[in-house]
């Protein structure tokens, strides 16, 4: 199996338990100043570097915050994933790092025992593998011909994916109301099990509002997560327990990750920028 890149892994930018090192876990603190900043520099870094065709970001509010400038750079929508929530700390959220580490290494060094009114890690390391396992097998090679996914960009008002129906291979046609009421599509109106359509032609682009994109780059997926995410996805990677609200030097608030197939059937992380690399556009 030959290396390949697989997907994009990017750290919410900085909120103010950030700024402060303190633990932010199921708290939900927006982005500061700063942390909308690096958000904005990660997008135009993205956007420049690769060609994604799909976001899904955690449902804390920092994480879609950063997601959402990525999203309007690439071009697509954001998707929320509960699978990416961040390690449930319980009592710990919020406390000041240096002085409650002790308490978390404790945890780490008893992986089953449940923090109170959080998650153990063994249980929040098993959460992160699940989603990865499926998240990893996505390829947009094989999504559905005519969503954008299967190789269609949005070039108009509408967004191909909502409004494509593809009843068979050879079959595809779209249901949306301003389409149907289009001039440009009168001849291609027809009804299908009672419904009326348009046939469209996903090999040349189906009308005025969706083309179809070149094929000049590969297209990756791109998930906006937490530290702890990231560090516990390294970990089970690497078949080690490190800390997973440590990590900091990796990744770092408005961060980038890629992660990558190996030789051997394994994958790996490779950090790619953190906040000083975005901050220079590198």
Same mark, same amino acid.
């Given at each position: 199996m030959?290396?390949?890149l697989?997907g994009?892994?990017?750290?919410?930018?900085?909120?103010a338990?950030?700024?402060?090192?303190?633990y932010?876990?199921r708290l939900?603190?927006p982005?500061?100043d700063?942390g909308?900043?690096?958000a904005?520099?990660?997008?135009?870094?993205i956007t420049k570097?690769?060609?994604?065709?799909?976001v899904?970001?955690?449902?804390?509010?920092r994480?879609i915050?950063?997601?959402d400038?990525?999203a309007?750079?690439?071009g697509?929508?954001?998707?929320?994933?509960?699978?990416?929530f961040?390690w449930?700390?319980?009592?710990?959220?919020?406390k000041?790092?240096?002085?409650?580490?002790?308490?978390l290494r404790?945890?780490?060094?008893?992986?089953?025992?449940e923090?109170?009114d959080g998650?153990?890690?063994?249980?929040?390391e098993? %959460?992160?593998?699940?989603f990865?396992r =499926? &998240?990893?097998?996505?390829?947009?090679s094989? *999504?559905? /011909?005519g969503?954008?996914?299967?190789g269609?960009?949005?070039?108009?008002?509408f967004h191909?994916?909502?409004?494509?129906?593809?009843?068979?291979?050879?079959?595809?046609?779209?249901i949306h109301?301003e389409?149907?009421?289009?001039?440009?599509?009168?001849?291609?109106?027809?009804?299908?099990?009672?419904?009326?359509?348009?046939?469209?032609?996903?090999?040349?682009?189906?009308?005025?509002y969706?083309k179809?994109?070149?094929?000049k780059e590969?297209?990756?997926q791109l998930?906006?997560?937490?530290t702890?995410?990231?560090?516990?996805?390294?970990?089970?990677f690497?078949g080690? %327990?490190?800390m997973?609200?440590t990590g =900091? &030097?990796?990744?770092?608030?408005?961060?980038l *990750?890629e /992660?990558?197939?190996?030789?051997?059937?394994?994958y790996e992380?490779i950090?790619?920028?953190?906040?000083?690399?975005?901050?220079?556009?590198e």
């Amino acid at each position: 199996m030959s290396r390949e890149l697989l997907g994009l892994l990017a750290r919410h930018g900085e909120t103010a338990l950030n700024a402060s090192n303190c633990y932010r876990s199921r708290l939900d603190p927006p982005l500061n100043d700063n942390g909308l900043t690096e958000a904005d520099r990660l997008a135009a870094y993205i956007t420049k570097k690769y060609k994604v065709y799909k976001v899904v970001s955690s449902p804390m509010l920092r994480a879609i915050q950063t997601a959402d400038a990525i999203a309007e750079k690439v071009g697509c929508k954001v998707n929320q994933d509960r699978g990416l929530f961040p390690w449930a700390l319980g009592f710990l959220a919020g406390k000041d790092k240096e002085q409650y580490d002790h308490i978390l290494r404790f945890y780490v060094k008893n992986p089953t025992q449940e923090i109170p009114d959080g998650e153990s890690l063994r249980d929040f390391e098993e %959460r992160v593998e699940d989603f990865f396992r =499926d &998240a990893l097998k996505a390829n947009y090679s094989e *999504a559905p /011909i005519g969503t954008l996914e299967g190789g269609y960009d949005e070039r108009g008002p509408f967004h191909c994916a909502d409004c494509i129906h593809k009843t068979a291979p050879s079959q595809p046609y779209c249901i949306h109301s301003e389409i149907l009421s289009s001039v440009q599509m009168k001849d291609r109106a027809m009804k299908v099990h009672g419904q009326r359509v348009v046939q469209i032609n996903l090999q040349k682009g189906c009308c005025e509002y969706v083309k179809p994109v070149e094929e000049k780059e590969s297209k990756i997926q791109l998930w906006v997560t937490h530290t702890s995410i990231i560090v516990t996805l390294g970990n089970i990677f690497e078949g080690k %327990r490190d800390m997973p609200e440590t990590g =900091d &030097a990796d990744v770092l608030p408005g961060g980038l *990750a890629e /992660i990558w197939s190996k030789d051997d059937g394994d994958y790996e992380i490779i950090p790619v920028i953190g906040q000083e690399h975005a901050a220079e556009g590198e």
